[in-house]
Structures are given as structure tokens and as C-alpha cells.
Nanobody
């Protein structure tokens, strides 16, 4: 059974950092693109970052450029989202998702509809 499990969420003060993990089980991530998404209460799910299966290309939402980074460790079957200089508007449930493709990243991988497997989400709250 294909499964993604997010971890690492929590409460952090504005300006702080968090690293989220997305661990895959039941399949290997080698030939899969990964996207991180977030959904705040009352808002639609939005793409934050994504990374190609090779790890050589990434795409970012403008709102997180320079502060968030995505990386993958295929040996550990895990993808990471490093979030620095967090702002209160980053408060949301964060999800990782995957789709089997070797395409390079681009605007396509920030669209939720491109993915077929999702994790359960992890809450991130940025507040003083």
C-alpha cells in the first residue's frame, strides 16, 4: 500500500524555523516527483514547493522563495521541507504528495490535481 507520512509540524514563533519530513512506504520515491502543499482554514490548498524525481529541478511559490527549501534523500525514501523565517501567514496544515513521473519541475507540480497520493498532513502554527 502506497503511503506518505508527514512529520515535524508544531508551534513556532515568527522568524523561527521548522523542518518537515515526508516519508514514503510501500514504494520507492526514485521515479516520483514530490510536492509540498498547505491549506489554511477557509482557504484552498496551495502548492508551496515541488521537486523532480531526479532532485535536479525544483519549483517554488513566490511567497516562500528565499525562505523555504525542498530536498530529497532517496536512500531514506524521504523528502524534506526546510522552512526558515516563518511568518504567521504560514500557519496551515502541510501536506506532501507524489506522482510517478520523470518530468522536470515546473508550474505543473505546484498544482494539487497533478498528484495521486497524499499524506495525512501535519499542522504548522506560527504564533507568538
Amino acid at each position: 500500500q502506497l503511503q506518505l507520512v508527514e512529520s515535524g509540524g508544531g508551534l513556532v514563533q515568527p522568524g523561527g524555523s521548522l523542518r518537515l519530513s515526508c516519508a514514503a512506504s510501500g514504494f520507492t520515491l526514485d521515479y516520483h516527483a514530490i510536492g509540498w502543499f498547505r491549506q489554511a482554514p477557509g482557504k484552498e490548498r496551495e502548492g508551496v514547493l515541488c521537486i523532480s524525481s531526479s532532485g535536479t529541478t525544483t519549483s517554488y511559490a513566490e511567497s516562500v522563495k528565499g525562505r523555504f527549501t525542498i530536498s530529497r534523500d532517496n536512500a531514506k525514501n524521504t523528502v524534506y521541507l526546510q522552512m526558515n523565517n516563518l511568518k504567521p501567514e504560514a500557519t496551515a496544515v502541510y501536506y506532501c504528495a507524489t506522482v510517478s513521473t520523470r518530468r522536470n519541475s515546473g508550474t505543473w507540480c505546484l498544482r494539487p490535481g497533478e498528484y495521486d497520493t497524499w499524506g495525512q498532513g501535519t499542522q504548522v502554527t506560527v504564533s507568538s
